[in-house]
T-cell receptor
């Protein structure tokens, strides 16, 4: 079975500061890993995905994530937070056929002026 | 605009009512999903349809009844719901089951009185 664990249900940073959202995964097969963002009253939007190509993945809105197999991690980072980054972020994992995507509990990011 | 449209966006119903949620995707995908998102809980996968065939039912109570008449449309029929069923119901689609990225609709916010 596959699963992800997001460390920290709530992260608060100042505008312009580094954003680091943590995600660890568990998978018996090579995983596909994803980060999604959810703004209030909206669905989930894909930020970026890892599908066994480059281990450093760049996404939209200046976010990136690094796949580290030795640490079973896929942490999301952004060098400089913007007020518009305030949202809920979900890490997710899926595998090969018939392995449906499983989501973490989410991390709410607050950006202070 | 993700190509996945959900209606209604908001629904209030009594415990004895019967209502339906609708999802339509314009992406040519073959797999469609229902997820339940409750406060302070991870997204819960409810149902999966792959090429119009139901391939997953995660022990969902029978008061939730899915229907997938074709690869573009997915319904969730609701009857005799409980207040704890109040949640955001998200529809998603993908090229086929287990093939990676999910595309989400904006969700239907359900309140059961």
């Amino acid at each position: 079975a596959q699963s992800v664990t997001q460390l920290g249900s709530h992260v608060s940073v100042s505008e312009g500061a580094l954003v680091l959202l943590r995600c660890n995964y568990s998978s018996s097969v090579p995983p596909y890993l994803f980060w999604y963002v959810q703004y209030p009253n909206q669905g989930l939007q894909l930020l970026l995905k890892y599908t066994s190509a480059a281990t450093l993945v760049k996404g939209i809105n200046g976010f990136e994530a690094e796949f580290k197999k030795s640490e079973t991690s896929f942490h999301l980072t952004k060098p400089s937070a913007h007020m518009s980054d305030a949202a809920e972020y979900f890490c997710a994992v899926s595998g090969d056929n018939n392995n449906d995507m499983r989501f973490g509990a989410g991390t709410r990011l607050t950006v202070k002026p | 605009e993700t190509g996945v449209t959900q209606t209604p966006r908001h629904l209030v119903m009594g415990m004895t009512n019967k209502k339906s949620l609708k999802c339509e995707q314009h992406l040519g995908h073959n797999a469609m999903y229902w997820y339940k998102q409750s406060a302070k809980k991870p997204l819960e996968l409810m149902f999966v349809y792959n090429f119009k065939e139901q391939t997953e039912n995660n022990s969902v109570p029978s008061r939730f009844s899915p229907e997938c008449p074709n690869s573009s449309h997915l319904f969730l029929h609701l009857h005799t719901l409980q207040p704890e069923d109040s949640a955001l119901y998200l529809c998603a689609s993908s090229q086929a089951r287990g093939t990676g990225e999910l595309f989400f609709g904006e969700g239907s916010r359900l309140t059961v009185l």
